[in-house]
């Protein structure tokens, strides 16, 4: 069965940083794109970063650019996305989903929950 | 950047009534690298249909996928009361990968 899991949200204040983490198992992780896609609560979804399965290249979304980085460790199985700078909207549900450029997302975890505040 | 627009916002029907969510990309999306997925209040959104007309596993039948370029069309045949939710496309072609706002089909 595959399943990805997300860990390492919590609450930051304002210009500092979190990485987040995400475990996957069930599939053959290095053959497969990877993303982080973000969600206020009550709102609607949003692509952050993806990542392609070597790890070679990297997708941002311009919200993120300069300030968020996405890497993978293939070995471990697992993704990451270090996010520095942070500002109040980036305050939100962050999903890692499999999949990336031209491979859909099919398998989602539950989200860990940053919030950016004072 | 694709932008991709929704129509309607909210979609008000009842079970057995069928269902037409529109998704309209600013560019031709090559390759119909579109997808559109289900999220239930309080869950993670789920993988419906991938180049814009092929079912993911498990998804019933129901649910059909068309389109092409510009204009894409997620039709649900008959609604089933768990079918009320939230209903997103995304074109995974070009970076940025973009989501549509979104549809709410409700009751």
């Known amino acids: 069965e595959v399943q990805v899991v997300e860990s390492g949200g919590g609450l930051v204040q304002p210009g500092g940083s979190l990485r987040l983490s995400c475990t996957a198992s069930g599939f053959i992780f290095g053959a497969y794109g990877m993303s982080w896609v973000r969600q206020v609560p009550g709102k609607g979804l949003e692509w952050v970063s993806s990542?392609?399965?070597?790890?070679?290249?990297?997708f941002y979304a311009d919200s993120v650019k300069g300030r968020f980085s996405i890497s993978r460790a293939n070995p471990t199985n697992t993704l990451y996305l270090v996010m520095n700078s942070l500002r109040a909207e980036d305050t939100a549900l962050y999903y890692c989903a499999k999949g990336g450029r031209q491979q859909p997302s099919d398998s989602w975890g539950q989200g860990t929950l940053v919030t950016v505040s004072s | 950047e694709i932008v991709l627009t929704q129509s309607p916002g909210t979609l008000s029907l009842s079970p057995g009534e069928r269902a037409t969510l529109s998704c309209r990309a600013s560019q031709n999306i090559v390759g119909s690298y579109l997808a559109w997925y289900q999220q239930k209040r309080g869950q993670a959104p789920r993988l419906l249909i991938f180049?814009?007309?092929y079912r993911a596993t498990g998804v019933p039948d129901r649910f059909t996928g068309s389109g092409s370029g510009t204009d894409f069309t997620l039709t649900i045949s008959r609604l089933e009361p768990e079918d009320f939710a939230v209903y997103y496309c995304?074109?995974?072609?070009?970076?940025?990968?973009?989501f549509g706002p979104g549809t709410k089909v409700d009751i």
């Open positions: 990542i392609s399965g070597s790890g070679g290249t990297t």
């Open positions: 180049v814009a007309s």
């Open positions: 995304q074109q995974y072609g070009s970076s940025p990968f973009t």
